[in-house]
């Protein structure tokens, strides 16, 4: 054992033991010129058998791990190897394991464990997502560390490895029972993504429950059975999580982040409460629609009635707090007049107001102005015969002049720039290179507009040169052509929040804004400073976006619980640039 008090590799000081496993002795250490800790994970030769074997399967470890970048994921910086001994260095997490406080509290709060549930989907996603795939294979209470600021970080990969399209099965049978999904066990085909999932669905039961499905009764039961309160959405869940047969449970974490995102809505209190209201709400919308189909068809005042009609749209629009009713009047606003821009505009601010741009609504939106449809339309054209629309099962006016609005470029160029910053900003989906690729489609049309307003032109070069950035960075990594990359992204990152700073836009997006240079710094510092961007530069840029968060004021609950989040990021951003940077300076030393 290393002796408390040592200096190792000529920087780092053992302060004290943190924690001990059959193989291993784990540190807490401190890197005194560079004032960091730094937990460092010994594994020695005369404690372990086939030592060999199992010093490969912590280099291998290692090597995977250096090469992520996750506010979830532990970092790796050394590896130190002797004839009798191997030495980890890596990112010291404060807090404890969630199996800790499982000892002491049995279930924990619902509410909390989704939030939890949602950081490890993402961090799950962005695994699956490298090239090629990494499986976890071994997700369960005692890998997630609970840290004082409230959120999560998994640690030891010691059972991930990366899939291989040409396998047929795994080869050895890894994972925890309980926790493990049954392809685990060998004989079942190789584990993949949906292994991942099946081992969250069976955490998340044994966090909200209190019973670990690794002790009697050996099963994972509907929620609900433990504790009626729970609710039926993250029951069902979990349930299509943990399903025995990989077909049948979610196939990626994108789509199981939807449901996570949205459980409430498909809680069955939730959904009963919404069909009463809808049949309701259909019934006199019926009514209404009748009404107005008369009035449209009269010739001599059809104009008039038109503009009436419109206007009416948009008052009851502002008017109801009702979600549906609200969607129902911009889309018939839009049916009655196609070429004008501010239903449009109002319907993607309402879309974009849960700080969310579903697929639905992104179709919707495109159905609108199908003459620049990109992809198909998904259950929205219901009679495609004759181009009628429906939305919730009333029928709209018949979109004959589809293209109208493209006729009124000014117009056509802000709605296309909203679009874009709607993909940019809020688009659900477990990529960015998605939701900025389909970005740029919409921006480029208002780059190449010349009638589109000289603000919205400017700001749409910046983010389609920032969707080009993320479409294309993997491969000049791959053929080593990256540098310089980076400097150009950070550059467009301070001109878009410049131009921000000096034409605000909505709070929404400002905070949206904001998240996306607090994860850029925290995922690039170590690129940005080879491509010379200077260490004060990253902090002086974090400080001001900490400081605008602090003070911004909002009475949007969302927005502010964002502003929240972002704000707990802050610690782990600073701690990147210093890694970053101090490593360069160790290296000269």
Known sequence: MLEIGSVIDGKYKILNIIGKGGMSVVYLAM?????KQWAIKEVRKD?????????QGLIVETDMLKKLKHPNLPSIVDVIESEGTLLIVMDYIEG???????????AMPQEEVIEWAKQLCDVLGYLHTRKPPIIYRDMKPSNIMLKPDGNVTLIDFGTAREFKESNIEDTTCLGTQGYAAPEQFGGQGQTDARTDIYCLGATLYHLVTGHNPSEPPYEIYPIKTWDPALSSGLENIILRCTQRNPKDRYQTCAELMYDLEHYEEIDEKYIKKQKKKLGTFLLSMCCMFLFFILAVFGHV?????MAEDYDGQMQLAESTEDYNKTVLAYLTAISISPGSETAYLKLIEEFTNDLAYTEEEADMVECL?????ERPIKELLENSKDGNMKYQGTELKSFVALDQLEKVPEEYARVCYKIGEAYWLYYDTSTEVNKKTLGSVWFKRVVNNDMAADEDKRRAKIYQNIGDFYANIAKLQYEGNDDGEYKKHWENLKELKKENDENPNQEAVTVRLYSEIISQITILSNDLKNDGIKQVELTDMLLEVKEDLENMKTNNSLVRKEINNQLTLYDTAYQSILTAYQSREEETK
Do not use: H, M, R
Not at 47 to 55: I, M, R
Not at 301 to 305: E, F, S, T
Not at 369 to 373: C, D
């Open 31 to 35: 890197n005194e010129k560079a004032n």
């Open 47 to 55: 404690g372990v058998q086939n030592f060999e074997v199992v010093k």
């Open 369 to 373: 102005l199908i003459g620049g449809l």
């Open 301 to 305: 005042k059809a104009a008039a009635i």
């Open 96 to 106: 404890k394991p969630l199996s800790d406080y499982l000892v002491d509290q049995k």
